[in-house]
């Protein structure tokens, strides 16, 4: 437990009184304490004891911990500590001393990782459903290297094949006046395209690439599907594979697949999974400890067969990860919304960032589970109000960067010199759930959690501040800690979402 971490740290003491992990919760009446836990309950079986006995032997020997105020033993057997205000004094000089640090390097062993988003095909600009494979794809990769990874960020196109054909040919038919093919591509770009000679794929790649800079994602490579498909013999001649049917099979059901995988068919064509193998062969040779795919919905199926290819690469089955995340809706004033003025069934997002601004953009595509369909009210997403959630968390940024403009070289003491207000503790301790916040985002690949806490840490803000005056009152050395360190939470939050942090709003 990282020694930046107060609530880990009082949690790791307890533990260690214990015996067993420990977990700690904030009770929602603050008449049962500043934290509470159940492990009496969970020890009194093994223990032969009834709950209230070991919750009141174990409440004595935490009451002699350093900066436990009060110990209760309630209900069936639950303990509910209350710290006092040094201790939370201390947590909050531990926090200012960290700065945007707090909460981070939480990797017991850092790893290198790479996390391949987007991948989109470059047939067209990237839409608003890729956009979320970008959002999540790049807040899972921040948190890693927050936690102290190293992440590298891949993009993987097809740059060949029936597709790009069809691409290509449908740029060529505008160039000479005529409609594309039936099942080609349509649209203004498509005809922009066509107003430049040469191959339409990398200056479509390159209109990609500065939306999705745009966007906030900066990609440390492009990998191309025909220098893959170039590796294939090589990657399918350490796979276990046999033939059956005129087909050859790789043997994955061997390491964990419901059913074996053809990678060569009975005409001779290499299949996708093929080019898959050769592929995380390539990834693994680059020297990464874990690759993270973030795919659409249309994937669900893959962990298994992905996991079981590193396993027959050699490598641990858990060393692969695929992040499947669900579809975009976007609508206005309860219908379905259609922003894009190139192309009446898609929405690009360039003009979805023209209608709502990158910041909002982000918010909205992160504030779910990746497992739930979004949907996006684009009127609300567009309002720049307190109405509007990402808005109001960089209002509170905004707010205190002003008090610390007009503070000025003022000092700062996060040692309170008066017992504190209920705001005031309140929000001391919600600041210092941030590395614990952090921790399980990033174990459970999970960013949606940090917008749920920043909109926590912004209420308690403003409650604080509309209760208690800052500059110039008797505890202003104090209260100018406090605010300092909301700012850096709040930045450090926005950040990991890749969203800006204002000064003035």
């Not at 989109?120 to 927050?146: E, K, Q, S, W």
């Not at 054909?165 to 591509?185: H, K, W």
């Not at 206005?332 to 209608?355: N, T």
């Not at 926590?456 to 360190?485: G, I, P």
């Amino acid at each position: 437990m990282p020694a930046g971490d107060p609530i880990g740290v009082l949690t790791a003491s307890l533990a260690e009184l214990a015996g067993v992990d420990v977990e700690l919760e904030r009770p929602a009446d603050p008449a049962h304490g500043d934290y509470a836990t159940n492990v009496a309950l969970r020890l009194a079986g093994g223990r032969r004891q009834p709950p209230r006995e070991v919750a009141a032997e174990l409440g004595g020997l935490a009451g002699e911990l350093d900066g436990i105020a009060t110990v209760e033993v309630a209900g069936p057997g639950f303990l509910n500590l209350t710290v006092d205000d040094a201790w939370l004094g201390r947590g909050l000089g531990t926090l200012l001393a960290a700065a945007r640090g707090f909460g981070g390097g939480s990797a017991a062993s850092p790893e290198r990782v790479q996390v391949e988003l987007v991948s989109a095909n470059p047939t067209g600009p990237i839409t608003v459903a890729a956009a979320r494979n970008g959002a999540y794809g790049d807040a899972v990769a921040r948190l890693l290297a927050f936690a102290g990874h190293v992440v590298e960020r891949e993009y993987y196109y097809n740059d060949a094949g029936a597709q790009m054909d069809r691409f290509r040919a449908s740029v060529d038919a505008i160039r000479r006046g005529e409609e594309p093919p039936e099942d080609g591509y349509r649209g203004a770009y498509v005809a922009e395209l066509a107003g430049d000679d040469g191959d339409p794929v990398p200056r479509m790649l390159e209109r990609i690439e500065a939306s999705l800079e745009r966007f906030r994602i900066h990609f440390d490579s492009f990998e191309r599907e025909s220098a893959v498909e170039a590796e294939i013999p090589a990657a399918l001649a350490v796979l276990d594979t046999y033939e059956s049917e005129g087909a050859v099979w790789a043997r994955t059901t061997a390491h964990g697949d419901d059913k074996d995988r053809v990678v060569v068919r009975s005409d001779g064509t290499t299949t996708y999974f093929a080019a898959d193998a050769a592929y995380m062969r390539r990834k693994f040779a680059r020297g990464f400890d874990r690759l993270v795919y973030v795919l659409g919905a249309d994937h669900h199926g893959y962990t298994a067969r992905l996991a079981a290819l590193a396993e027959m690469l050699g490598h641990p089955r858990d060393a692969v990860e695929a992040l499947v995340y669900q579809l975009v809706q976007l609508t206005r004033g309860g219908a379905s919304a259609k922003m894009s003025k190139r192309r009446g069934d898609v929405v690009f997002l360039d003009d979805f960032l023209d209608e709502i601004g990158v910041d909002a953009a982000r918010w909205y595509l992160l504030s779910r589970g990746h497992d739930q369909t979004i949907e996006i009210d684009v009127d609300l997403a567009a309002e720049r109000s307190q109405k509007n959630p990402v808005y109001y968390v960089q209002y509170a940024h905004a707010r205190i960067a002003g008090i610390l403009r007009k503070a000025g070289e003022a000092r700062l003491d996060p040692a309170p010199r008066s017992p504190l207000a209920t705001e005031e503790r309140d929000l001391v301790k919600r600041l210092l759930e941030l590395p614990d916040v952090v921790r399980e985002a990033t174990a459970r690949r999970a960013p949606h959690a940090i917008p749920t806490y920043a909109i926590r840490v912004a209420d308690d803000f403003h409650r604080f501040y509309h209760q208690h005056r800052v500059l110039e009152s008797d505890e202003e050395a104090f209260r100018l800690a406090l605010c300092t360190a909301t700012r850096d939470v709040v930045a450090t939050c926005l950040d990991l979402l890749g969203i800006d942090a204002p000064e003035r709003m």
